[in-house]
């Protein structure tokens, strides 16, 4: 079925949506099929360009096209002549596009297919232009920069909902281009994180907030900087008052840190389930009030003070008094590097999350009714690999909240030394099938982390396992570490 592709409104990141004839800037480059390959690379030398189409007589109608990457694998490796005929080196079998085809349509094939040409032609066939993936790097470039300038303009909620779908269709962009997941998830969270800021800027206007210093906390995924298409929010704030002023100050922030919470909850950021937003008191505290959490968790660590630390330890600061979050920061790493039973405890809740791979079969299922026969990629795929590094992390003073950084902050002193770039391959494989699956539900948040194998193909199948192997691997780790 051909993509249905909605349009975007005036201003809206209109740069993926340019039809392809409106980037053609050139008359395109030909040869014959009888050309040899020096006559060809003579050509691209003197027009200084990385490919040359290949066509007939009249040079109307493509028959293949040669690239530097063809020169270098097809001529210079294998030692051939240069007095080749073009046609024995060229690719041939061309995809081509229509001049109207928008350029985030043809970023989907060129991802889909591996591509990094396309041939633009007329109703006839004939050759009007080519576009490579370079122009389409350049554009998407140029939207970015328009992404985050109407996140900068936006002045009021409507405007910021169309930022955030902006986001959502520019992920879906680099997705379909064949972006790395480490790029992509970074890239969400980094646009997520302009939008919350101009939503706090804005909001900060309508408030009378009290003169103290205080910072708004991105807590989960979002201060590991590993959102996904599908995300609720997760913050909180710190701000510094003694004891006595901390109530008034927090009643002072609560209406603000609300209204927050509900425009993002607008923007496509649903409100947490478990109430872990800055508007709730219990999550608006001064910075001893944190570390009195922190301390309670840590020193009587129940079930709930588990579940707790592994969203509330991977805070980073988003927005105010930076100093509030690195302090807080400090001490805790101080804090819990000594909590032996702490991180033992924490040791034993992560390993219960097991990634599913059967004795016999790929793969075990956790009998969900309404997903049979599919995989959590999120509890039982990534969840191992955070799980894992924050007890890393915390064990030997890692400041950082990035699972891969955590990870490779704690190489040496956990003996996984050059392994380590193996498990976080696994890791990003795992984010980077999520994300898949979550774009092609298309918003639908009912299954968003829920994968059946058996869609996969045979490749995708096979580095799936290999990636729980990874996470199997640091868990075996963790267990020998503490004698599990």
Same mark, same amino acid.
């Given at each position: 079925?051909?993509?249905?592709?909605?349009?975007?409104?005036?201003?809206?990141?209109?740069?993926?949506?340019?039809?392809?004839?409106?980037?053609?800037?050139?008359?395109?480059?030909?040869?014959?099929?009888?050309?040899?390959?020096?006559?060809?690379?003579?050509?691209?030398?003197?027009?200084?360009?990385?490919?040359?189409? /290949?066509? !007939? $007589?009249? +040079?109307? =109608?493509?028959?293949?096209?040669?690239?530097?990457?063809?020169? &270098?694998? *097809?001529?210079? #490796?294998?030692?051939?002549?240069?007095?080749?005929?073009?046609?024995?080196?060229?690719?041939?079998?061309?995809?081509?596009?229509?001049?109207?085809?928008?350029?985030?349509?043809?970023?989907?094939?060129?991802?889909?297919?591996?591509?990094?040409?396309?041939?633009? /032609?007329? !109703? $006839?066939? +004939?050759? =009007?232009?080519?576009?490579?993936?370079?122009?389409?790097?350049? &554009?998407? *470039?140029?939207? #970015?920069?328009?992404?985050?300038?109407?996140?900068?303009?936006?002045?009021?909620?409507?405007?910021?909902?169309?930022?955030?779908?902006?986001?959502?269709?520019?992920?879906?962009?680099?997705?379909?281009?064949?972006?790395?997941?480490?790029?992509?998830?970074?890239?969400?969270?980094?646009?997520?994180?302009? =939008?919350?800021?101009?939503?706090?800027?804005?909001?900060?206007?309508?408030?009378?907030?009290?003169?103290?210093?205080?910072?708004?906390?991105?807590?989960?995924?979002?201060?590991?900087?590993?959102?996904?298409?599908?995300?609720?929010?997760?913050?909180?704030?710190?701000?510094?008052?003694?004891?006595?002023?901390?109530?008034?100050?927090?009643?002072?922030?609560?209406?603000?840190?609300?209204?927050?919470?509900?425009?993002?909850?607008?923007?496509?950021?649903?409100?947490?389930?478990?109430?872990?937003?800055?508007?709730?008191?219990?999550?608006?505290?001064?910075?001893?009030?944190?570390?009195?959490?922190?301390?309670?968790?840590?020193?009587?660590?129940?079930?709930?003070?588990?579940?707790?630390?592994?969203?509330?330890?991977?805070?980073?600061?988003?927005?105010?008094?930076?100093?509030?979050?690195?302090?807080?920061?400090?001490?805790?790493?101080?804090?819990?590097?000594?909590?032996?039973?702490?991180?033992?405890?924490?040791?034993?809740?992560?390993?219960?999350?097991?990634?599913?791979?059967?004795?016999?079969?790929?793969?075990?299922?956790?009998?969900?009714?309404?997903?049979?026969?599919?995989?959590?990629?999120?509890?039982?795929?990534?969840?191992?690999?955070?799980?894992?590094?924050?007890?890393?992390?915390?064990?030997?003073?890692?400041?950082?909240?990035?699972?891969?950084?955590?990870?490779?902050?704690?190489?040496?002193?956990?003996?996984?030394?050059?392994?380590?770039?193996?498990?976080?391959?696994?890791?990003?494989?795992?984010?980077?099938?999520?994300?898949?699956?979550?774009?092609?539900?298309?918003?639908?948040?009912?299954?968003?982390?829920?994968?059946?194998?058996?869609?996969?193909?045979?490749?995708?199948?096979?580095?799936?396992?290999?990636?729980?192997?990874?996470?199997?691997?640091?868990?075996?780790?963790?267990?020998?570490?503490?004698?599990?």
């Amino acid at each position: 079925m051909e993509e249905q592709i909605r349009q975007p409104a005036k201003g809206e990141f209109q740069a993926m949506y340019s039809p392809l004839g409106s980037l053609i800037r050139r008359q395109p480059v030909t040869v014959p099929l009888d050309a040899t390959v020096r006559q060809a690379i003579g050509i691209m030398d003197e027009k200084r360009i990385g490919s040359i189409i /290949v066509a !007939d $007589a009249e +040079g109307r =109608l493509p028959l293949g096209i040669f690239t530097l990457r063809d020169l &270098l694998h *097809r001529v210079a #490796l294998p030692g051939c002549t240069l007095d080749l005929p073009i046609a024995a080196v060229m690719t041939a079998g061309v995809i081509t596009v229509k001049p109207q085809t928008t350029a985030y349509q043809a970023a989907l094939i060129m991802g889909r297919r591996g591509l990094r040409h396309l041939l633009v /032609v007329d !109703d $006839a066939g +004939g050759l =009007l232009g080519i576009v490579s993936q370079n122009d389409l790097f350049a &554009l998407q *470039r140029t939207g #970015l920069n328009d992404v985050t300038h109407n996140i900068r303009e936006a002045r009021d909620l409507a405007a910021l909902q169309a930022c955030s779908q902006d986001i959502r269709r520019m992920a879906d962009t680099m997705l379909g281009q064949g972006v790395s997941a480490d790029q992509l998830t970074h890239l969400i969270s980094t646009l997520n994180d302009l =939008l919350t800021l101009r939503i706090i800027e804005l909001t900060h206007d309508e408030f009378d907030l009290p003169q103290v210093k205080w910072c708004w906390l991105a807590l989960g995924s979002e201060g590991r900087y590993e959102q996904t298409l599908s995300t609720d929010q997760d913050n909180g704030i710190i701000f510094e008052a003694d004891g006595r002023e901390a109530e008034q100050v927090r009643k002072n922030l609560l209406p603000f840190a609300d209204s927050v919470n509900r425009k993002l909850d607008a923007c496509g950021f649903p409100l947490c389930k478990g109430g872990i937003m800055a508007g709730n008191p219990e999550w608006c505290l001064s910075l001893e009030e944190w570390r009195g959490k922190f301390a309670k968790w840590i020193l009587s660590p129940e079930p709930k003070a588990l579940l707790n630390a592994s969203i509330f330890f991977d805070f980073r600061p988003l927005y105010g008094d930076e100093e509030l979050s690195h302090s807080l920061r400090g001490w805790l790493l101080e804090a819990s590097g000594k909590a032996t039973l702490f991180l033992r405890l924490m040791t034993e809740n992560a390993l219960q999350c097991q990634p599913p791979l059967g004795l016999i079969r790929d793969f075990t299922y956790d009998n969900n009714k309404d997903f049979p026969h599919t995989l959590d990629l999120k509890m039982y795929g990534s969840r191992p690999f955070v799980d894992a590094a924050r007890i890393f992390s915390l064990t030997n003073g890692v400041a950082m909240t990035g699972t891969a950084q955590r990870l490779r902050g704690a190489a040496e002193a956990t003996n996984l030394g050059a392994d380590v770039e193996a498990i976080i391959d696994g890791f990003y494989f795992i984010q980077l099938l999520r994300l898949r699956h979550q774009h092609d539900l298309q918003g639908n948040e009912a299954g968003a982390n829920r994968v059946n194998p058996d869609t996969l193909n045979e490749l995708d199948r096979h580095i799936l396992k290999e990636a729980f192997k990874q996470a199997r691997r640091l868990q075996d780790k963790l267990r020998l570490d503490y004698r599990l």
